[in-house]
């Protein structure tokens, strides 16, 4: 499959400050990156949180980080991991 890319705001589970991110999901694994951000998390370990469609708002399931986006390719791609 290829890589998919989109837009969206990352959160890093102790303030409530967005940052503008990056993301690429490719061979199962989400690319984070921002300004003086970079993060990889593997798919497998990713949890959703409650969100309103078309937002989806996922994280690693043992850090508060989180990024959400509305991308709705990216989303099912990431639903089908």
Known sequence: MAALTG?????????ARPVPV???LEAGR??????????DWNGLDLRAEDARPPLMR???????ERVE?????LAAALEAL
């Open 7 to 15: 837009a969206g705001r990352y959160f890093d589970g102790r303030t």
């Open 22 to 24: 990056s993301l690429r």
């Open 30 to 39: 989400l690319a984070v990156s921002g300004p003086d951000l970079r993060r």
């Open 58 to 64: 996922v994280g690693p399931a043992d850090t508060p």
């Open 69 to 73: 986006f509305s991308d709705e390719a």
